[in-house]
């Protein structure tokens, strides 16, 4: 598995952007396809945002698409989300998510997809 650290969240107003990074490190995230999600208290774990292996394709849940970009830079080995025009209800904590690439066209946006995860960081967005 690989080993992912999120950074980058912090408090911030409506209206305002945040970028977190996705480091990893252990394996080479070019054979990954990665995502991110994010919970909040008494929520359930929800979809934000996912990139194919090579970033060709992105993919966005409905509540973040025009505001969220995700992206990647294999040669860094990180994976980003620029988040724009935040809201309140964006406040959570944003998990960073690992998926091997299996040589299918399909790239995961549901959890139990994901088999390497980051421990979190906390995005709070005061109205």
């Known amino acids: 598995q690989v080993q992912l650290v999120e950074s980058g969240g912090g408090l911030v107003q409506a209206g305002g952007s945040l970028r977190l990074s996705c480091a990893a490190s252990?394996?080479?995230?070019?054979?990954?396809?990665m995502g991110w999600f994010r919970q909040a208290p008494g929520k359930e774990r929800e979809f934000v945002a996912a990139?194919?292996?090579?970033?060709?394709?992105?993919y966005y849940g409905d509540s973040v698409k025009g505001r969220f970009t995700i992206s990647r830079d294999n040669a860094k080995n990180t994976v980003y989300l620029q988040m724009n025009s935040l809201k309140p209800e964006d406040t959570a904590v944003y998990y960073c998510?690992?998926?091997?690439?299996?040589?299918?066209?399909?790239?995961?946006?549901?959890?139990?997809?994901?088999?390497?995860w980051g421990q979190g960081t906390q995005v709070t967005v005061s109205s």
């Open positions: 990139i194919s292996w090579s970033g060709g394709r992105t």
């Open positions: 252990g394996r080479t995230i070019s054979n990954y396809n």
């Open positions: 998510a690992a998926a091997p690439y299996s040589g299918s066209r399909y790239v995961p946006t549901i959890a139990a997809d994901f088999d390497s």
